[in-house]
């Protein structure tokens, strides 16, 4: 009964001074045995005088030996440090406290940074011992931190056996953590908890990422949700990191162009990141394709926070999917192993179809007003040479008469309008993956595409159209482009080059962008500012509007040099089935469009693990995919649909490497009001967690000294009364 | 007090005494020193025992006239002493197992105490031809030697003296009692004990004793330990006679043993006092010499005070 509210820093103390109890007792008897013995001729008096003293002598010799015993015994249970639970004081009687275990399973407690265990390891330890700490009859729950956060105990649980099992069955993830998952899981536990107020404690076993926690802000919303669970409960933390780890990871490992031809070879990027506080020097980059080693990257010395990228180029003989990874070693100060790798499907084509509708076609092919963007999307000299897009040139007229489904991309280049059934046809077409490029000019029906293309942001521009704006009016001799903020990552590349001759293009006219749809980004801007290239998301499908002329009548952009690169990044993000999209993150589930025709089929997702599953299906834009399980490990994994197959890659979280710790104060910060915590995880007990525990040993203290100041009182007492006084027993002789 | 005298005391030390085998010799030593103590006292020997005055008669001897009578009268009184009437003295000695206590600090058990206070009485009386015997007992009288005042009598005194203590308790009241039926004649009783025993017991024997006419003087006997309780520490404590053991821490009980033994003393006293009993209290480790010529000169002046009111009286 006493347990379960009070308990002891040091049991083995409190123990021992069960035992210390006994030595007054011992002492006792010892000195009772070590008695010298007399002859006694007056027994009369002395018989006499034991039988009147002795209840008197009864109480003060068994009172004495009592304090002397509880001296001795609450002297050594102060040192044990009892003390009473955070629950302890309402919990006498049959309440039970409700005790919920969050334990932190996201990859960054793969890490090891503890005298060679893991975080994870160091984690698993310090929840088994508060378990079997627990007093009998508490009520357990337990909630896991990595994305998606979930509850596999998610009631109060008397089962303290399979409590342990579920925490033994435990294994680290790959994913990020999920905080305000985790405290909505919390908050709702504790609220249909039917355990008393006072009696609610919250343990955390985590290596509280700086990141996670948002910083440690007051303000954020993890420390809003982190209130509402302290004001439910006592709140610990078990500390299962070091403040500053070292870490390497790769964070990125990605095509340098979305899509990767068969016939030329394509560049990769690979990014590096130092997260420790030393030069990172010595590591490797090795780049497999398949099992097959294909590259070994070597690193120049990357300082403390920053990183490096390095670019590769890879050849894919057919057209098919790739398994293609990346795994970095960076030397034994690496803390975490988890991120070290990368995984990149990555989907090489032939040439991709491209259907170019010219709507101001001209006598030779670059007088046209799509002669220019053609030439750009193949550019070769001679016809053997490989090229990515393969353009097909036709008039409005003829637009019906193709099946649109068999281009990645439709580029529409100066063409007057589209009548109502072809933008719904195109609605469709983008919005089941395919890529959409207008591209402005005189002929432009500026309102009838604003009503029909854009329909109030519901179509597939990502902009209404006004006026044609003319810099001749104005005097001005032309508006230069520049790249917008944020910078498109489609245009990075141009960042880097301030001497592109994308820069020193001039614009005499461009179509006024107005509204714009939730999301549409601007690329490239005038030197006025008003948009040149936006683009938008519409469904499984994107479409870009350049505001400007890609011939030579409002512009003077195609002829130069860059205008290739440029609308060869432009193409490769649009078109459908661009690779990157064939990537996702550990936790996340993997979500594959269906096409048409598939509408029926059983999808099956297997995942990096070889577990299979089925997929569910859900609508987004009236457009179906199928959705598997969130996964769990990382690797490669298949989507089959009827004889569809597709691979995919599943990558460690990038928000997992950053092994930087919140420090208490900042804990507090967030929490509103003081926590537990402990970051000596080898010798936690419950008393160092609980908010509300009450220490007892200055009590206890104080007892002692009082027990102590009435034994010296009641000691002094009896030596004054069996001190000899003057004149009493001395001869009388007559 | 002469340097002879000063040379003789120091023998009559109790740590001396007990050196001396000889009761004999110890008893002669007490007298001697009682005597050398006494130097010219105007009363004679033990039996000074007041009974009357006459008027002079020629042939009297002239010390035994009463001039503080004369000074008074003008006649000529002599002081008549129970001397004179053959007085007969016993010396009843307690010999049971409570007698042989002796403390670590003292030289005599009790019982050697008590022998040798009787046979230096004995011998006193003796020496002034008066009839002595003695009595020994624990629980019931042991040894019994009619009083007589043939001087080689006290040999046998001296060698009945000798025997030690026995295993037997105390049993005062009871002994009293046949005491007192078989004393014919008239007689001083010493009752020489450490009185274990009841008081009213002791009170009614005594009060037998007085009943037949017979004076009585109580010498109680105690050990300095037994009137100090001085013991610190766990102590079992053996009683003797029987009495069970105490294991105890002594200093616990000695306030209220000092007041048993207070209150038993003063019970006795009390006692002895309404029955005109001598009452005189001995520590063993006092000079014997000292205790029976303080006895013997308070018991002088009581008889004197006695006389002076007879005749200021008559």
Redesign the interface.
Known sequence: MLAQWAAFVHPALASAAAGLGLVPIIIHLL??R?????????????????H??RKR?FV??WLLLAVRILVIVLLGLALARPYLQADGLSAIGEHRTHRILVIDDSLSVQAVDGGGRSRWQRALAAAGRLLAAFPTGDAVSVVTMAAPASAPLDHASYDRRAARRLIDEMSPSFQSTDVAGTLGHVTRILRESQAAAGNRAVYVFSDLARRDWEGGRSDAPVALAARRVAELAAVSFIHVATPHAPNASIRALEPDSPLVSSAMPSRFNVTVANEGTQVLRGATVDVFRGPQLMRRLMLSAIEPGQSETLSFSMSFEHAGQYQVHAALEAGPTDALEADNVRYLSVEASDDIPVLVVDGHPGLTRLEGAAGYLATALAPRVSAADPVLFQPKTIQPLDLDAEVWDEFGLIVLCNVERLTDPQWRRMNQYVSEGGGLLITAGDQVNARQYTSAGFADGSGPLPCALGEIVSTAASGVEGLTIRLAEPMHPMVGEFARVPESSLFTARVSSYIRSTATTDGAQTVLQYGDGSPALMVASHGAGRAALLTTTVDMQWANLAAKMDFVPLMLKVAGFLTRRAGAHRTTEAGRPWVEPLRLGERGQVCEFVAPDGSAHVARFEAEHERLRAVSEPIRRIGFGTARIGSRMEIFACNPSTDESDLESLDPAELESVFGERVGYVQDVERVQVADLSRRSTELSTTLLGVVFALMLIELALASR?AA??A?RGG??????? | MTEAALDHRKYLDPAVLAKITSLQLRARLIVEGYFSGMHRSPHHGLSVEYADHRQYSQGDDLRHIDWRVFARTDKYYIKQYEQETNLSCMLLVDASESMSYRSPDSSLTKHEYAASLAAAVSYLALQQRDAVGLARFDEHLSTYIRPSNNSAHWRAIVTALEEGTGPGKTSIGRVLDELAERLSQRTLVFVVSDMFDDVGRIQRGLRHLRYRRHEVVVCNLWDRAELTFRFSGPTMFDGLESAGRILTEPRSLRERYLAEVASFRAQLQAGCSRLHVDYVTFDTSTALDVALSAYLASRAARIRQRSSRVLGGG
């Open positions: 000195n009772r070590r008695h010298r013995r007399v002859p006694w001729a007056a027994m009369s008096f002395l018989l006499a005088a034991r009147e003293s002598l003060e010799q009896r009364r069996v000899p009493r027993g001395q001869s009388a002789t007559a």
